[in-house]
């Protein structure tokens, strides 16, 4: 592990940190089970078991206020971390620490300090108005009625939620639910505010009005927020750190513009192809640019250094052996750096 | 304690508003009341009493009883769902006990339907089917508390089986086992003092009896003097020794939910 951090040490032995998180370790036992019915009698007896360890002695600490993007390739660990820092979840081994509380030991207690999104799941109560829902969070997190009615207000304000607060959750759309979730996880407000994949499926407009809500409401509160994503565009505009995880493992934790400044050489064109056939890398670029294949047919991404190469020379090779109907030059994007250090790490 | 009075509220508002499950809720009541007069008044047909018990102390013990049998579900179900699409881990990052909130929500549930349901219903029993007051008049508040009590252990017998969702996937095999026995032994068909006596001494054994026919038999006087305040006391102590049972029960499921990630 690379850490570009190291003022973080400090806070570490002092203890003052918001989350602190030492060789944190969880391994899931996963029974096997055999087909059929012998299988289940057999399974009565002998119980085979294999374990996966879905984070992996894990270190990082994060200071109030911080905004940390947690990002990782799909089940890399990240939903098994946020779920041990909110106390759902007892690790393996390794410590965890939130604003001093152990979360699996005193839950409830931890449960009033933080605030979580899980974007595959709701919290709001499913068949009750939003309003309602609201209104009962004030009692279940015991909300002053005058800070209450404030905070709500805002809420409405920023994130439009005037016309959706007499329609039951169960018939509000997934933007439409996910506002009004991100209200109900910031409402009694929490010191610290998990929020797993928060953009997942969302519009562009729904999208950059929650990032705007979160950066907001770290800027008036000073809430400390970890956010997992796999939309780097919410990492760039939200977040002023990243910790990459990969196989439970912290690959990268820095600050966004170290990775940046780090990486910034990299370059990427973007190509349309008029493609017969699979793309392959001309000769003059092999060991030298990565492939990045598009979504569409005929569309890939080539990425560089602008050290070992210049656009021009790149250009011209793959002009020398496709046809290209367009091609952009791209400013390095944190996308691209972070697909370049799954494939070959820091 | 305010926020469980909260989610109880709000579960009254939410249950007052499905309106087509209240009306279809009574009818079926209604008809199995029907049911039961024209069955009973069928049985007695010239004689005057069965064992000892005249028809209108019989139709008194049935009604209240098939009344009283519907509040005999809980929140079970719910928590086993809960266990099954993975949302009770979300439960547990809330600043509240699972188990106080069920119960809270169950509480709402049956007080709307006592309110528009079973109220109504013993009301038209009353002047339809004639059945009886109260035994004695001390027997009517007596026969209430027993009652709330019973409500409450069918309850929490109930949260039992939906703490074992955690272990057994499907339980609906459980759930109808328990739906047999609790028919047979609650009293809810029929009043424990006819069935023969070993029988009566394996369901004196039993939490069951304490649902329905005791509640009931205070009322309509099968039970009687001091056996009424030994029967509430021998609720009491069930009531006690279940919800010892649920938290034990909870706390290994709680570790399993943590430990195995749900
Ligand atoms: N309850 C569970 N039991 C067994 N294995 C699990 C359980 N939950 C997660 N895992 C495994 O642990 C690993 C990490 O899962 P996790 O959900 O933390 O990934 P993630 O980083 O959130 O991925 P994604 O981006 O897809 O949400 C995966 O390999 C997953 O299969
Ligand atoms: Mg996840």
């Given at each position: 592990m690379v850490n570009y951090y190291p003022e973080n040490r400090e806070y570490f032995e002092m203890g003052c940190s918001m989350i602190e998180v030492r060789g944190l370790t969880k391994e899931y036992t996963i029974v096997k089970k055999s087909p059929g019915l012998r299988g289940a009698v057999k399974g009565l007896f002998v119980r085979d078991y294999t374990v996966k360890r879905a984070v992996d002695n894990i270190n990082f600490s994060i200071n109030q206020g911080e905004l940390v993007g947690y990002i990782g390739a799909n089940g890399a660990g990240k939903s098994t971390t946020i779920k041990m820092l909110s106390g759902i979840l007892t690790p393996s081994s390794g410590e965890v620490k939130v604003n001093g509380i152990i979360p699996y030991q005193e839950r409830k207690k931890n449960a009033q300090t933080i605030g979580a999104v899980f974007g595959q799941r709701t919290q709001l109560f499913w068949d009750i108005a939003v309003r309602e829902s609201y209104h009962l969070l004030k009692h279940i997190y015991q909300i002053p009625d005058k800070q209450h009615k404030e905070t709500l207000e805002m809420f409405i304000e920023v994130l439009n939620l005037g016309p959706l607060l007499a329609t039951p959750v169960r018939q509000l759309s997934l933007g439409q639910k996910m506002r009004c979730e991100l209200a109900a996880a910031f409402l009694h407000n929490p010191s610290i505010v998990y929020l797993?994949?928060?953009?997942?499926?969302?519009?562009v407009a729904v999208k950059t009005r929650i990032r705007a809500f979160i950066r907001e409401m770290n800027k008036l509160h000073n809430t400390t927020v970890l956010l997992t994503t796999h939309d780097m565009q919410d990492i760039e505009e939200i977040c002023n750190r990243i910790i990459i995880i990969d196989e439970g493992k912290v690959l990268y934790d820095g600050s966004l513009a170290s990775i940046k400044e780090r990486f910034g050489q990299k370059r990427v064109i973007h190509f349309e192809l008029d493609l017969e056939g699979e793309f392959t890398l001309p000769a003059a670029l092999e060991g030298k640019a990565n492939v990045i294949p598009g979504e569409e047919e005929g569309k890939i991404s080539l990425s560089f250094s602008s050290k070992e190469m210049n656009a021009a020379d790149v250009i011209s090779a793959v002009l020398g052996e496709y046809r290209a109907r367009d091609l952009t030059i791209a400013d390095p994007k944190i996308e691209t750096i972070v697909h370049e250090i799954y494939e070959r790490g820091v | 304690m305010r926020k469980y009075w909260e989610l109880m509220k709000s579960q009254i508002k939410l249950d007052s508003a499905y309106t087509i499950w209240y009306w279809s809720g009574t009818a079926s009541t209604i008809l199995r009341v029907f049911v039961i007069y024209a069955f009973w008044s069928a049985v007695y047909d010239n004689r005057v009493e069965i064992t000892g018990i005249p028809l209108s102390t019989m139709l008194t013990y049935v009604v209240l009883a098939t009344l009283l049998s519907n509040y005999s579900a809980g929140v079970g179900y719910e928590l086993a769902n809960r266990v099954r699409n993975g949302e009770v881990a979300i439960e547990l990052m809330r600043p509240y006990d699972l188990m106080h909130k069920l119960v809270a929500l169950d509480l709402g549930t049956k007080i709307t339907s006592s309110v528009r349901n079973t109220l109504p219903i013993i009301i038209l029993s009353f002047i339809f089917i004639g059945i009886n007051l109260p035994h004695t008049w001390f027997a009517g508040p007596l026969s209430i508390l027993s009652a709330i009590i019973g409500v409450f252990i069918g309850a929490q017998l109930d949260m039992i089986i939906g703490i074992l969702a955690f272990w057994v996937f499907y339980i609906w095999g459980l759930r109808i086992l328990r739906n047999a026995i609790l028919l047979f032994f609650s009293g809810a068909l029929l009043p424990i003092s006819l069935f023969p006596d070993w029988l009566q001494t394996v369901s004196t054994f039993l939490p069951f009896q304490s649902i329905v026919y005791v509640p009931v038999a205070i009322y309509t006087g099968q039970i009687t003097g001091s056996d009424i305040y030994f029967s509430i006391l021998m609720q009491l102590v069930w009531l006690v020794v279940i919800f010892g049972i649920i938290r034990l029960l909870w706390s290994f499921a709680l570790r399993r939910v943590t430990i195995f990630g749900g």
């Open positions: 797993d994949e928060p953009t997942i499926g969302l519009d | -």
